[in-house]
């Protein structure tokens, strides 16, 4: 094996894939010895259930809300799988040309104007929530109040495709408040990708704050806790009645700093507007398991703080545990 793992293996992900491979496959070390061992045994169980007794069974998972809604085509029959529309992650980032013939080709509706796009866009949104969506799913992206007249403007540039790499930002903010009115019509949740990934200055979750007070009907769930904005993201969460903090990846980007985060967080946001855990894995599910271990461990440091410092006892650490890993997502999202 290269020496890549031995400088990444005490990461988050490296944590994650070890603590899998320990408590699931009996192999307490990952190195040149046991690498082929754990491969041959993670094939070995890849077999049919094999979802079911990783989330459902091992980890205790009662329900599964998946980044993309329409992946569940590949589990028809499985009650416990949920999703989120990511019709605005795909066609706001960024909106093009392409994106306005995207839309016509997945509604079936002919867009000659700009109130056709909106309509063809809506369609396919309370389609999804209609087929068992349970959230939109968005990118934390500047969005100040849009401008009618310059989306009509970008609309007629659009569907020209006189430059089909252009980008036509007044046009996603237009259409992207009228998403958030579908969402506030079905109330569910928008959720909002924010700070970890590339750039992310251009994500920052402080654009939240663009759109977020000016839609106070609308919920939205700040994803990944801003991290590394992760203090700007426990004040949103603070003063915006419609924003809850979901710290879905946060624990394998930094297990210390989720604990600190969460201690912190107990100063400063209500207790039901937290979600303590997500997995945010597109692949090898074994992993949300060790995640999750470290998820719990987290939580449990967090809370054991304050019992021992006598803000609260072991019972009460209980009930905001339980909050924080079942009663917040189960509320949220409604499930």
Known sequence: MPSYWAQVKHTGYGQALRIAARDLFGIAEIDDKTIHDLAERVKADNTPGLYRRILQERCRIRVVVDHDFSERVSFPDDPLLRGLCILMLTLFNPMKS???????????????????????????????????????????????PPSAKEAQSEFRQAISKSDP????????????????????????????????WGDFRKIDPKFILTFGYRRPEVRFDLFHL?????????????????????????????????????????????????????????????????????????????????????DFDRAEALRIASMWLHDNPAQIYRV
Request: charged share 25%.
């Open 98 to 144: 392409a994106s306005v013939d995207e839309v016509a080709r997945r509604s079936g509706m002919s867009i000659r104007t700009l109130d056709d796009l909106t309509a063809a866009i809506q369609k396919l949104i309370r389609d999804d929530i209609r087929k068992g969506a349970v959230g939109l799913k968005m990118m934390c992206m500047d969005f100040p």
């Open 165 to 196: 790499e252009r980008e036509f930002p007044a046009l996603a903010r237009y259409l992207a408040d009228k998403c958030f009115d579908v969402a506030a019509e079905a109330d569910v949740p928008v959720a909002v990708h924010s700070g970890f």
């Open 226 to 310: 801003g991290i590394p904005m992760a203090h700007d993201a426990a004040i949103i969460g603070k003063n915006m009645p419609n924003v809850t903090l979901n710290l879905c990846w946060c624990p394998i980007i930094s297990q210390t700093l989720t604990a600190r985060m969460l201690d912190e967080l107990l100063d400063m946001a209500p207790l039901n507007k937290i979600i303590a855990f997500g997995g945010d894995y597109y692949c090898a599910v074994h992993k949300v398991y060790g995640h999750l271990v470290m998820a719990r461990e987290a939580v449990a440091s967090a809370l054991a703080r304050r019992v021992e410092a006598g």
